[in-house]
């Protein structure tokens, strides 16, 4: 926004955007009461879900002052983004089944993805004109929250199972979260003769939270495993990476009046990760 006149003259813009994602759901595979032979037999759930956001918003303000007008220029940015996967289920199971098998595979697994990216920007500038005051203000914000909430499980529960190969029963967890937020503001002003003010500040936050609860088991059952033995694994290798950035820029100028010129900035990265590995 822009604004030109002879006496005081004022100019505002503002920007924003949010967004706004939620994944649910889940992957599931099973066999219940069944009876199976057979030379190989793999039972797998795997969840490959993915969110990408981005929000941005940006503005800018220009206030001119002609003659003897004061200029003011202010400018606001914000964005937001509430990432959510929430309450998904990935399971692979036997239950109550009968099995005669070579090498058996009972396995569960998530790659679930947050990759979001949040960026406000606001720039002002006020010029006075002879003798008039130039000001200006600006200010933005970032913030983006991110949840992931699972569950992973492999289970092998109330079946007789019978393996002259390898008998395998893994569980594995690779949630990710990349967050990145971006704030930054910058407010210019000067006057010939009059006063100049400047004034800006920056913001930047991004709160990461990863709740993962990874099991594999098997639970009474009767099993007859060959040479290659029983795995039996749980892996939670959840990653959360952040990036929090916030700047802030000011400057006042005048000829013969006073010029005064604040600046503030601030970012913070909150990450959590937490839940159960179980086998």
Do not use: C, H
Not at 39 to 57: F, N, P, Q
Not at 67 to 93: E, H, M, W, Y
Request: net charge neutral; no cysteine.
């Amino acid at each position: 926004a822009g604004a030109l006149g002879n006496g005081g003259t004022t100019a505002f813009a503002g920007a924003g955007a949010v967004a706004f994602n939620t994944l649910r759901g889940g992957a599931e595979a099973g066999l219940k009461r069944t009876r199976v032979t057979s030379g190989t037999l793999r039972v797998a759930a795997t969840d490959i879900s993915k969110v990408r956001a981005d929000a941005g918003g940006v503005s800018l303000g220009i206030g001119i002052g002609v003659s003897r007008g004061s200029g003011t220029g202010l400018a606001l940015g914000a964005a937001i983004a509430f990432n959510k996967s929430q309450d998904r289920v990935i399971r692979a199971s036997l239950d109550n089944a009968t099995v005669d098998t070579g090498d058996l595979v009972v396995e569960a697994t998530s790659s679930s993805t947050i990759d979001a990216l949040t960026l406000a920007g606001a720039g002002a500038l006020g010029k006075g004109g002879e003798g008039g005051g130039g000001y200006a203000a600006s200010g933005a914000g970032a913030y983006s929250r991110n949840q992931i909430t699972d569950t992973i499980e492999a289970r092998i529960t109330g079946s007789d199972v019978r393996s002259t190969g390898q008998l395998r029963v893994t569980a594995r967890d690779d949630a990710t979260i990349d967050s990145e937020t971006y704030g930054a503001a910058i407010s210019l002003a000067g006057s010939n003769s009059g006063n100049g003010g400047a004034l800006s500040i920056g913001f930047s936050m991004s709160n990461n939270t990863i709740t993962s609860n990874v099991l594999a088991d098997i639970v009474n059952s009767v099993v007859d495993a060959g040479a290659a033995g029983i795995t039996l694994s749980s892996t939670n290798a959840a990653t959360i990476t952040a990036t929090a950035v916030a700047a802030s820029v000011s400057a006042a100028a005048s000829g013969t009046g006073k010029g005064v010129g604040l600046s503030g900035g601030g970012a913070a990265a909150l990450n959590d990760v937490q839940g159960s590995t179980l086998a």
